[in-house]
């Protein structure tokens, strides 16, 4: 009885563990603007609060 409790809590706290894991991924686009200077824009993820900066092109980079 002790082992069976002892792999269900085992199996509970891999599962657990392996719920929290978080994947992330490259962020890839332009920025459009007619009439503006596009170069240097922040483009900020409020999620996982990461930033990128455009290139002179709009590019994300």
Not at 15 to 28: H, R
Request: net charge negative; glycine share 10%.
């Amino acid at each position: 009885m002790i082992v069976g409790f002892s792999l269900l809590f085992i199996n509970f706290l891999a599962t657990a563990a392996l719920a929290q894991e978080s994947t992330s991924s490259i962020l890839k686009g332009k920025v459009n603007a007619d009439g503006f200077n596009i170069d240097g824009i922040y483009v900020v993820n409020l999620t996982s609060e990461k930033a990128v900066i455009t290139d002179i092109e709009g590019y994300l980079g």
